[in-house]
């Protein structure tokens, strides 16, 4: 341990592996909850804040955790450091699962160690089976060739966390390396993150993107794969969808007010729930994002986690990627884990629109956002009438101001003629402007 890496530590938070504490009190629940997840440290003398508060090191303080730490069942068995005023415990994963302390099971979710019923800890220990996708090494990828420190600078950047140490050390604080007989290795959750092609490790790691003309998986106008790491993967996403979502466009009194058909809380909170969540072992299906005319369905392999009943669906959460989840909870994209489903509920009712509809079952999850009905108050200025197709016009060109007459015809479902017609009548009411030429310009909707 360094200055620069403990100050990095206190900076980056609490996380899954990471814990404050001020003093040795109800410590033996946040080493049962490591003990049966993935292990941790403890820091003993720093508050919940980051803040270093420091604490007496004495003989008699070890013993004291080394005895809590063995009443523990079955018994634990920790590291004790100790760094400047501070103690660091340390808990390495148990072999002998599920661990039980004076209080109850424990297991760690997130920055948070959750109190569990031991059904749903023997069900958890039952349904590992196997190491979790996320936490597996992955030995083909090599650290000198396939690393794209790009993608780890944007990561810092979006969690706004300082880049003061070597690299190595900032990847195995995140959670997503270890250094295993003198070589790096990073886990699948690192490769996913920051593989500059994470194609080449898994045929699990796209994101598929359609939009379709009707309600029906028909005609499709459009359709985009994005395979660049899990932060572009989300960001282009959210992106793509906001590129093919209807805007209502209401004009009055010379003054434009612009409503989605979908409220983008919800529309991004379904995309990184999506991509959160997947079942990455499962190859036969992919996360989709499908625009439809009146609504969008977001998809992805993988049920709700084994040890979470349906009863408790939005109640509680169980992340089936620890380290992905917790890498996602320091970003713009997740406010908070475990509240995605709830906010999505929230910001469909504030929008004033249906219920968001989840269906899920031990093999897939989706939600479905049924979207306001839009082009209704398009061209109310100054009482003037225009088209259906005409409305359609309007909002492509919002959404694109330098679009082709021919990609109209297209997104429309009109000949490129009628485009003409309806954008010469358009003009007439002086509703909408060419600037520029018609080859280097773009329009502009007067208002």
Partial sequence: MTNQELKFILQQGEGLSIEFKERINNIDKEIIAFANSKGGRIFLGVDDKGKIKGISITNKLKSQIQDIARNCDPLIDVKIKKFADIVIIEVEEGKDKPYKCSSGFYLRQGANSQKMSRDEILDFAIGQGKIRFDEQINDKFDFK???????????????????NIKKESILINLGVAVLEKGKFKLNNAGVLFFAKNPERF????????????????????????????????????????????????EIKTFKRKEIPQYPEEAVRE?????????????????ILVEIFRTKIDFSNPGGLVPWLDKKDFGKKSGARNKIIANLLSKTEFVEKVGTGINRIRLSMKEAGLSKPVFDFDKNSFSVILEGRKVGEKVGEKVGEKITENQ????????????????????????????????????????????????????WKIIG
């Avoid at 106008?221 to 209807?246: M, P, S, T, V």
């Avoid at 379904?270 to 992919?286: A, C, L, P, Q, T």
């Fill in 145 to 163: 060739k396939d690393f794209d420190e790009e993608k780890l600078n944007r990561y810092l950047e979006l969690a706004k966390i300082t880049k």
């Fill in 202 to 249: 898994f045929l699990t790691s796209n994101v598929i993107c359609i939009n379709y003309r009707t309600d029906e998986k028909l005609d499709i106008l459009d359709k985009k794969i994005f395979d660049d790491g899990i932060i572009n993967n989300i960001q282009e996403a959210i992106n793509y969808a906001k590129k093919h979502i209807d805007v209502e466009y």
């Fill in 270 to 286: 379904s995309i990184v729930n999506s991509i959160m969540h997947r079942d990455y072992f499962e190859k036969s299906g992919d």
């Fill in 391 to 442: 409305k359609r016009i309007i909002q492509f060109i919002i959404k694109n101001r330098y679009i082709s007459a021919k990609e109209l015809s297209t997104l429309v479902g009109i000949s490129s003629r009628k485009i003409e017609e309806n954008i010469a009548k358009l003009k007439q009411k002086n509703i909408l402007k060419r600037i520029g030429s018609a080859k280097g310009g773009y």
